[in-house]
């Protein structure tokens, strides 16, 4: 027990930091920059993204395990991702609709346009893609999509306050907004390549 516990936390760790969803793979960069000036909403999609793409990952482990020994299982995978990615849409609203609580409704008003956009987004299908091709056992599945969905809020956050740092007049006019964000998000992803320990070529 204590050894599947270590996996799941080093699994954990990875995502979050060596192999961050947006600084290593740019997945929900384009969410990301739409979310960078409401702090709020940033957390929610964040914490939603981890919530779907935590749950998804149990049913794809489940689809994928049999599927293992077939070479022409990366044909229709994706297809059976995006299903199972449906499915939990629909249970999480189905449950959220059932529950009346009043603190929770007023919640859940401000969250329902995020419901969609945090279980049908790159950073949740690419996550599972990559779990789908490593040999990972459902803990380590389990908690690199949990690892994957916290390094996204947290890169969110970082890219976000980064922006409010390059909002001054020291930066050109033709590289104010997308464009020094995007230079800021690559020198970081670079960053956080480092960490992962690949040398240059030359």
Known sequence: MAQVAANMLVSVILAIFAENALFSRS???????????????????????????????????LVSFPLRQDVNAYIYKPLLFILCMVAVYFALSG?????????????????????????????????????????????Q?????LGSGAGYTLATLIVAEGQRKLKNRSVPASFQGLP?????????????????????SF
């Open 27 to 61: 997945l929900g960069v384009e969410r990301t920059l739409l979310l960078v000036d409401d702090m709020g909403a940033m957390v929610t999609f964040g914490c939603l993204t981890t919530l779907s793409v935590t749950l998804t990952s149990l049913l794809t482990y």
């Open 95 to 139: 449950i959220a609709r059932r529950i009346r609580f009043p603190r929770f409704v007023k919640w859940q008003a401000k969250v329902r346009p995020h419901y969609h956009l945090a279980t049908f987004n790159s950073a949740v299908l690419g996550t599972l893609m990559l779990c789908s091709g490593q040999v990972f056992s459902l803990p």
């Open 141 to 145: 599945t389990v908690g690199f999509c």
């Open 180 to 200: 020094v964000t995007l230079l800021y998000i690559g020198i970081l992803s670079l960053c956080i390549y480092g960490f992962t320990g690949y040398q240059l």
